[in-house]
């Protein structure tokens, strides 16, 4: 089955260390997406890449990057995790660029934990 | 401040019966909404989505309707089943632009 798949699902980190979460796509979608998500609260967009063109959301920390080495893979980096930086994080993925009138399609998520 | 609002953060519903989901939107720019539903330790999948040239879509058990003027959408499940229970969340997007997510609701079916 054609899938999103995020890498690990639970990751612990220490303040201030940096961190890497993952996420791999055999949809062949042309956009993906990293959202945050705390506890009762909406999703996030974070940024999101269409092709190689990286879009950062406004209010995205400068302590987010990410990477998309191909079509497949995309990384989400936390230069140095805080406290408020404990979430899920999900990413997702569409066939055409956001606004195009159809579904994400999304991983089942990574669960951030910061000590 | 909120564009897509679920004022209702848990609902319980008799199996059997008809869930009703609510969601409310703020920017009138929007013209394409969706439902997505989560289990636990799971991400969202997508259910069901709308266009605002039409005011009602149906799929199987699932029927999202649309009220423009109000800015209001609902999801309706009929009848509702034990695998409903599950996070339930609106989301709606303007042409050319993201996707905007409200918090969520948490569908309780009760045997």
């Known amino acids: 089955d054609a899938m999103v798949i995020q890498n690990p699902r639970y990751q612990v980190t220490q303040f201030g260390k940096p961190v890497t979460l993952s996420c791999s796509q055999t949809?062949?979608?042309?956009?993906m997406y990293w959202y945050q998500q705390k506890s009762s609260q909406a999703p996030k967009l974070l940024f999101h890449?269409?092709?190689?063109?990286?879009?950062n959301e406004a209010d995205t920390p400068d302590n987010f990057q990410s990477r998309r080495p191909n079509t497949s893979f995309c990384f989400l980096d936390i230069r140095s995790p805080g406290l408020g930086d404990a979430a899920m994080y999900l990413c997702?993925?569409?066939?055409?660029?956001?606004?195009?009138?159809?579904?994400?399609?999304f991983g089942d998520g990574t669960r951030l934990s910061i000590l | 401040d909120q564009q897509v609002k679920q004022n209702s953060p848990s609902l319980s519903v008799q199996e059997g019966r008809i869930s009703i989901l609510n969601c409310d939107y703020t920017?009138?720019?929007?013209?394409?909404f969706l439902w997505y539903k989560k289990y636990p330790a799971e991400g969202p999948t997508f259910l069901i989505s709308?266009?605002?040239?039409?005011d009602k879509n149906e799929d199987g058990r699932f029927t999202v309707f649309l009220n423009k003027s109000a800015k209001h959408l609902s999801l309706h499940i009929v009848p509702s089943q034990p695998g409903d229970s599950a996070v339930y969340f609106c989301?709606?997007?303007?042409?050319?632009?993201?996707?905007?997510f409200g918090k969520g609701t948490r569908l309780h079916i009760l045997p």
């Open positions: 997702a993925t569409s066939r055409l660029r956001q606004g195009s009138n159809q579904p994400q399609h």
């Open positions: 949809l062949n979608h042309n956009v």
């Open positions: 890449y269409y092709d190689k063109d990286f879009n």
């Open positions: 920017n009138s720019m929007f013209d394409y």
């Open positions: 709308i266009s605002s040239i039409k």
């Open positions: 989301a709606a997007s303007p042409m050319d632009d993201k996707i905007i």
